[in-house]
């Protein structure tokens, strides 16, 4: 029973918070990992590559994955379709691996609603709102008008935080980064209810 086999680990938090730069600096780790990659309807920009950052499709094919119930969840942002596809989940589940996904609040509904008994949850957020405006002011990527929606955004899901099993306050990225390598080992341990109650009546048989 105490076993390593193929979880969720879903993290959450506002632009900003340095989700990505801990997910680099642990993924060695961790051990066997799939980070799942969003299919998205958006333009591909420059420097992005089609099945590494995301996988881009048409609206016309969007649809038609939707009608074939091919996402594990999906959402409409700043008017383009972005989703998970199920098929690279279930390989990466049967394969004994970790699953990261890195979504927003509402993404994390719906991934808790189809695979929550395997799923560990967490927020990673700045240790202040001011801390957050200044890391996305210094990284110079986006204008005043996206900064000013990405921390009304950051405000709503901050609301959200007890929904989420740990919080992560990514004040010193070494610390933070040893807090999520330590709660991803733990995810690889969560046990289906189907197990559970396999191992129960297991146990009751060897009376």
Not at 33 to 55: A, C, K, L, N, Q
Not at 72 to 91: C, F, R
Not at 122 to 139: D, H, W
């Amino acid at each position: 029973m105490n076993r390593k086999s193929g979880a969720v680990l879903v993290l959450s938090g506002p632009s900003g918070a340095g989700k990505s730069s801990l997910i680099n600096k642990i993924i060695e780790d961790i051990g066997p990992t799939y980070f799942s990659i969003s299919t998205t309807t958006r333009p591909m920009r420059e420097g992005e590559t089609d099945g590494v950052h995301y996988h881009f499709v048409s609206e016309e094919v969007f649809q038609q994955e939707i009608e074939a119930e091919m996402f594990l969840e999906y959402a409409v942002v700043h008017g383009n379709h972005y989703g998970t596809s199920l098929g690279p989940v279930k390989k990466a589940l049967k394969e004994g691996k970790l699953i990261i996904f890195d979504i927003d609040v509402q993404g994390n509904d719906a991934v808790q609603s189809r695979l929550g008994d395997i799923t560990t949850s967490v927020f990673i957020t700045t240790p202040t709102l001011k801390e957050l405006k200044e890391r996305l002011i210094s990284r110079s990527t986006d204008s005043a008008e996206v900064i000013a929606n990405r921390l009304e955004m950051a405000k709503r899901e901050v609301q959200r935080i007890s929904e989420y099993d740990y919080l992560i306050v990514n004040d010193n990225l070494d610390e933070a980064a040893e807090v999520l390598v330590s709660v991803a080992k733990a995810a690889r341990m969560k046990i289906p209810t189907l197990h559970i109650n396999e191992f129960i009546q297991m146990w009751e048989a060897q009376a």
